[in-house]
């Protein structure tokens, strides 16, 4: 009467492979499709509009688990020693310039558009530039040190707690 016992299957490698292959080709073509409509979506409707919540929710959703279970299988901390024993700079300092790349890109990017919004001269335009753009570095780098940071540190604990 073992009607709900599962047997264990035997299972080719090769077979395994290609399946995984699959399903990954299956997850860029629907991100691709998720891409198209979101930007379709903006052409017709506006970037005002509220119609991207599914879009968005899909392509941030599908990363961020993708980002999970890579931690919590300890495969993102296997990928990331990999790369350090064949990389002149190892990733952790890969992930402090990189996330100090974006706060300036932000940054730069919020000054410039101060300035060109909100200034009457040249010289006002400066000044705001400067000032949004220090402001900016300001909050946006502590935080996202922290979370990019936290993510890298959070692999490594449980990377090592799997080893």
Not at 84 to 96: E, F, H, L, N
Request: hydrophobic letters at 50%; one cysteine or more; glycine letters at 8%.
């Amino acid at each position: 009467m073992n009607l709900f016992k599962r047997t264990k299957k035997i299972t080719d490698e090769r077979v395994e492979n290609v399946r995984n292959k699959i399903y990954k080709e299956m997850y860029y073509v629907i991100l691709a499709i998720c891409l198209v409509s979101a930007l379709f979506k903006l052409y017709k409707y506006g970037a005002g509009s509220g119609e991207l919540y599914l879009e968005f929710a899909i392509l941030v959703g599908g990363g961020l688990y993708y980002l999970a279970r890579s931690i919590f299988l300890g495969v993102l901390w296997d990928e990331v020693e990999m790369h350090d024993r064949t990389s002149k700079t190892p990733m952790s300092k890969k992930t402090v310039l990189g996330t100090v790349a974006l706060a300036l890109i932000i940054a730069i990017f919020m000054g410039v558009n101060s300035a060109v919004s909100y200034a009457d001269g040249s010289s006002q335009g400066v000044w705001y530039f400067v000032l949004v753009s220090f402001v900016s570095v300001m909050i946006y780098l502590p935080i996202l040190l922290l979370f990019f940071g936290g993510i890298y540190l959070l692999a490594k604990k449980i990377g090592m707690k799997n080893t």
